[in-house]
């Protein structure tokens, strides 16, 4: 295998004519360059210089050496070049998977923190629901997926990184005139009659259990992935529904108000990654900032 390091030794003796000049150029013993040259001409499988008395030229497999080195040992010290620029956060590339409602409450305030303290870092940002961003994640199509889970974390994640963001409980949200808008606090059982506006399918699975856990299997009259969709059913009067606390933050209920549920149902907030990304520095320092903007 040819070095670099020999490589810019060949050329500096192509350079200055003799093993001493690049011996003074380079800092080097003259021994030293002998050594490397014999090894790179070990490496290459043929002779690279012709000695004759004091005098020094190249074979023809030593000029095209020469002539593919600047080449190699320039795109070398630009990829050393670009490597130190994203280690210091200079430079680098964020892809961030994130699920709605966090696309439009933690998503923001952390990638506006990340741009003002490492303005070199590009953040790409597209919306996908656990466990797509999950299975992204693993086919190598982004670097961070914010994902949620509910109850028993069980393996799911057993091969990632997982870093704990927050615990968002599920809020009630009702017609403004239904007959229990004006209550602090329901027993889910209350709302065992009415219909129901449902979300995304892993939501809508734990609305499910949490409602035959009180006694009831809800009638679910509607079911959507976007929470204006939901917020505006129900704000029409066409059935009740719960909602992630993030949801609601990000879209103003009109029409519609909202209610403690008993028991608590919460979802786990986390940032996902590969445990080789966690290692890289824009990556690292995202998932600082989505655990800054949980806490705020």
Same mark, same amino acid.
């Given at each position: 295998?040819?070095?670099?390091?020999?490589?810019?030794?060949?050329?500096?003796?192509?350079?200055?004519?003799?093993?001493?000049?690049?011996?003074?150029? +380079?800092?080097?013993?003259?021994?030293?360059?002998?050594?490397?040259?014999?090894?790179?001409?070990?490496?290459?499988?043929?002779?690279?210089?012709?000695?004759?008395?004091?005098?020094?030229?190249?074979?023809?497999?030593?000029?095209?050496?020469?002539?593919?080195?600047?080449?190699?040992?320039?795109?070398?010290?630009?990829?050393?070049?670009?490597?130190?620029?994203?280690?210091? +956060?200079?430079?680098?590339?964020?892809?961030?998977?994130?699920?709605?409602?966090?696309?439009?409450?933690?998503?923001?305030?952390?990638?506006?923190?990340?741009?003002?303290?490492?303005?070199?870092?590009?953040?790409?940002?597209?919306?996908?629901?656990?466990?797509?961003?999950?299975?992204?994640?693993?086919?190598?199509?982004?670097?961070?997926?914010?994902?949620?889970?509910?109850?028993?974390?069980?393996?799911?994640?057993?091969?990632?990184?997982?870093?704990?963001?927050?615990?968002?409980?599920?809020?009630?949200?009702?017609?403004?005139?239904?007959?229990?808008?004006?209550?602090?606090?329901?027993?889910?059982?209350?709302?065992?009659?009415?219909?129901?506006?449902?979300?995304?399918?892993?939501?809508?699975?734990?609305?499910?259990?949490?409602?035959?856990?009180?006694?009831?299997?809800?009638?679910?009259?509607?079911?959507?992935?976007?929470?204006?969709?939901?917020?505006?059913?129900?704000?029409?009067?066409?059935?009740?529904?719960?909602?992630?606390?993030?949801?609601?933050?990000?879209?103003?209920?009109?029409?519609?108000?909202?209610?403690?549920?008993?028991?608590?149902?919460?979802?786990?907030?986390?940032?996902?990654?590969?445990?080789?990304?966690?290692?890289?520095?824009?990556?690292?320092?995202?998932?600082?900032?989505?655990?800054?903007?949980?806490?705020?």
């Amino acid at each position: 295998m040819i070095e670099a390091r020999h490589l810019r030794v060949l050329r500096a003796v192509a350079t200055t004519g003799s093993f001493s000049a690049a011996a003074r150029e +380079l800092g080097f013993t003259q021994p030293a360059i002998s050594q490397q040259m014999r090894a790179l001409e070990t490496s290459a499988g043929t002779p690279l210089l012709i000695r004759t008395g004091r005098e020094m030229r190249l074979t023809q497999a030593g000029e095209a050496l020469v002539r593919h080195a600047s080449g190699i040992l320039a795109g070398l010290t630009a990829a050393e070049e670009e490597v130190a620029a994203i280690a210091g +956060l200079r430079a680098g590339r964020v892809r961030l998977v994130s699920f709605p409602s966090g696309s439009s409450t933690l998503v923001p305030s952390a990638l506006a923190a990340l741009r003002a303290e490492h303005p070199g870092t590009q953040v790409s940002l597209v919306e996908a629901e656990p466990p797509r961003s999950v299975e992204m994640l693993r086919d190598g199509d982004c670097d961070i997926a914010l994902a949620f889970r509910y109850g028993d974390p069980g393996v799911e994640w057993d091969d990632l990184v997982v870093r704990p963001l927050l615990a968002d409980r599920l809020i009630g949200l009702l017609p403004e005139d239904h007959r229990l808008a004006g209550t602090d606090a329901i027993d889910i059982g209350e709302l065992a009659g009415e219909p129901w506006i449902a979300g995304c399918p892993r939501c809508r699975r734990q609305l499910v259990e949490v409602c035959e856990e009180s006694g009831f299997t809800p009638r679910i009259d509607f079911a959507t992935d976007d929470y204006p969709a939901v917020i505006g059913l129900v704000g029409a009067g066409l059935g009740v529904a719960v909602l992630p606390a993030l949801a609601i933050e990000s879209v103003r209920p009109k029409g519609a108000v909202t209610v403690t549920v008993e028991p608590a149902i919460e979802r786990e907030i986390v940032a996902l990654t590969l445990p080789d990304l966690a290692r890289v520095p824009a990556v690292a320092a995202t998932l600082d900032q989505l655990s800054l903007a949980a806490a705020r």
